[in-house]
């Protein structure tokens, strides 16, 4: 059966159960529907926080398709369960970008998914077009000012740095001009669209802690300077207000359930390559407040997600994982061994371990944090007993350990070994979490310091407009911000092409986004864009629905 045929099967819990099962007040619990609420931040227990056992799940470089780290997230919290471990699992929203692009959605597959899935992988409970509308209402005051004729501040046009944002792989929106149509339309200027995911908004919504901050970081957006060249952001356009009143839902955490009935959690959704690619602070601190457990994911490969996850978002917000489980595939492994896309099925277990060198440089990279991850190997049908051993033998090897885990097939019971696996290491109480490097330290050390020991790099070259940026982020007195790198997840290098453990490559640096809102600079690396594009035959063809409301072909 497809995912979404297994999940149209399985027998969902009324939402209340869920609430209930978690002893929340159901009076203090904003219900959409019969499968999905929202939970006030009142609910946030920082004594729960502090004791709580975090376990973060983060993956080798993947292929196009994506290598399960959320299946695997929601199959360790089946098992966990399972074994009398109250535990929760805390994920990001899917955007529609990839749903209707390559990847599809991001509710798990298999006997490991979050339900109800047509719901979380389409419109949700609306986060997504709320954080668009706070984003787009500054575009619009932004450009509505540079028109004013009575309150005018003077914005330099040619200095905005603020685009507009649409949730939707729209490749003919990257570089756009406004304002044409005559002087009733606005100013002409160039501008352009990114997606939604990688809006500020979005960034700042996943790291503050509660409305106060909300609207305080949304204060600090970084506009652009006058023609006078002073320095203008959101708060200065008097719009933060409103925007953190737009915000005033979004910001609570999405209370949903497993397929066997756990209770899961999703909430916003940033990607890794082009944001810091984790659920927000409020969700994960939710989870941990109304569990023992606390399972979450960062996006795409350890050298994005895991970086910023532990650089960033731990940091910011004062937690750190007891845990870590390194998610990997046989058909990853072969990819980055250099066998074709189409190739991937067919046993070869030279391949797997050609592609090993991959899976050491993302163990090296965890370690360096001070954790000694669980690897685990997400089993797929076409997997044969000599590839998976080739790994389990580089675990030997290399002191780390491993567990097969058949989540997809078996739900929960598929990941009991890993989940004793995670137990027995948070036990052993050897996490010495550590950050990578100090906030204070200079922004080119911070950015040398990721690129030569997480990605491997040789060294570190600056565009014209990167060193302008640079000076610009010195002038504004922001070097103390974290740096949240923007590059592919294709490969640890910024050039998609370099699989497997690349070595000696320079990281290119084009230019430093200024996200003060947020609370980081973004450099972005190589070619990435902050808009993707659909493919030739886009996953939307696929998805149609019924008169009764029955949709098909999400999966």
Sequence with gaps: MTDLEIASRSRKKHIQTIIENLNLNLDHIDLYGRYKAKIPLSYINKNKVKSNNLILVTATSPTPA??????MSIGLTEALNQLGKQTIVVLREPSLGPVFGIKGGATGGGYSQVLPLEDINLHFTGDFGTIEKAHNLLSAVIDNNIQSKTNNLGIDPRTVCWKRVVDMNDRALRHVVIGLGGTANGVPRESGFDITAASEIMAILCLSDDLNDLKERLGKIFIGFTYSKKPIFASDLKVNGAMAALLKEAIKPNLVQTIEGNPAIVHCGPFANIAQGTNSVVATKMGMSLSDYTVTEAGFGADLGAEKFMNIKCQSAGIAPKAIVLNTTIRALKYHGG????????????????????????????????????IAINKFSSDTEEEIDVIKQFAVENNARVSLAEVWEKGGEGGLDLAR???????????????????????????????????????????????????????????????????????????????????????????????????????????????????????????????????????
């Design 66 to 71: 994506g290598e399960g780290k959320t299946t």
């Design 339 to 374: 066998i074709d896309l189409k190739s991937l099925k067919q046993p070869n277990a030279v391949a797997v371990k050609q592609g090993l060198p991959n899976l050491e440089k993302h163990l090296e990279n965890i370690r360096h944090f001070g954790i000694n991850p669980v």
């Design 421 to 555: 696996q995670v137990l027995a290491s948070i036990e052993e109480d050897n996490s010495k979490f550590k950050p990578l490097y100090d906030w204070k330290t200079g922004v080119e050390e911070k950015i040398a310091t990721i690129a030569k020991n997480i990605y491997g790099a040789a060294d570190v070259e600056y565009s014209a407009l990167a060193r302008r940026n640079l000076k610009t982020i010195s002038e504004l007195g922001l070097n103390d911000l974290p740096v949240c790198i923007a590059k592919t997840q294709k490969s640890l290098s910024d050039n998609p092409k370099l699989l497997g453990k690349p070595s000696g490559f320079t990281v290119n640096i084009r230019e430093i986004e200024i996200a003060s809102g947020a609370g980081f600079l973004i450099p972005i690396a190589g070619n990435i864009m902050r808009m993707p594009g659909l493919p030739s035959v886009p996953a939307s063809e696929n998805i149609t629905i019924d008169n009764e409301g029955n949709i098909s072909g999400l999966f």
